[in-house]
């Protein structure tokens, strides 16, 4: 199936330092999605984008829909531990009660001690 | 509050035996439910998704197959697994008007 393109795949940062991912596609969504998973567990919904140009914060995340429609990204600023996992973006066009969601190929997000 | 049951957590099952994983939401009428498959380090692979009672579509072609017997469960199956049916199985529900929200997985092995 259909897959977005996400990166990167992988980073490897120090704690306190800031993140960035994107997702691109080249298909349109009027919503897009970022989740994080941590290993052997359900992905999480960290935030949820409706509008393009939205700009949407939960704590040190900030995620970003691009005006295109076809990208989004996700900052984290000032890493901790427990940021350690994989984030996963996901689009969708949530209009008639039938939506599905397309996912990103992840990005795994090490912190080096 | 909405919940998300499935199990099991973890599931070893031999090559040519059945399948059967099952999910139920609680808190919410007629979700939408889907069926991921996530493999080892990848990303999530839609295999099945339903908007009612007894109505399945089907994403890719496979040896697995989905049954919806009541509102809120989701039923996973498979008569004779292969070893390529090893992977995360992820479980979401949605109201059809909101993003998905996912069931803690089975870790499928196929030995």
């Known amino acids: 199936g259909q897959q977005l393109n996400q990166s990167p795949q992988s980073m490897f940062i120090q704690e306190g330092e800031d993140v960035s991912m994107n997702c691109t596609s080249s298909?349109?969504?009027?919503?897009w999605l970022w989740y994080k998973q941590d290993p052997g567990e359900g992905p999480v919904l960290l935030i949820a984008?409706?509008?393009?140009?939205e700009l949407t914060s939960n704590g040190r995340l900030t995620a970003q829909f691009g005006i295109t429609r076809k990208d989004s990204f996700l900052n984290i600023s000032a890493s901790i531990p427990s940021d350690v996992g994989i984030y996963f973006c996901a689009g969708a066009n949530i209009n008639f009660g039938n939506e599905k969601l397309t996912f990103g190929t992840g990005t795994r997000l090490t912190i080096i001690p | 509050s909405q919940t998300i049951h499935q199990w099991p957590a973890t599931l070893v099952q031999p090559v040519g035996s059945p399948l059967s994983l099952e999910c139920t939401v609680e808190?919410?009428?007629?979700?939408?439910l889907y069926w991921y498959r996530q493999a080892a380090g990848r990303g999530l692979q839609l295999l099945f998704y339903?908007?009612?009672?007894?109505?399945i579509s089907s994403e890719v072609p496979q040896n697995l197959s989905a049954s919806r017997p009541q509102d809120r469960q989701f039923i996973l199956s498979s008569k004779k697994l292969l070893l390529s049916d090893s992977g995360f199985y992820l479980c979401?529900?949605?109201?059809?008007?909101?993003?998905?929200?996912f069931g803690q997985g089975t870790r499928l092995t196929v030995v």
């Open positions: 339903s908007v009612g009672i007894g109505q």
């Open positions: 808190g919410t009428s007629n979700p939408n």
């Open positions: 298909s349109i969504f009027n919503t």
């Open positions: 979401a529900w949605s109201t059809g008007h909101s993003e998905a929200f």
């Open positions: 984008l409706y509008k393009a140009g």
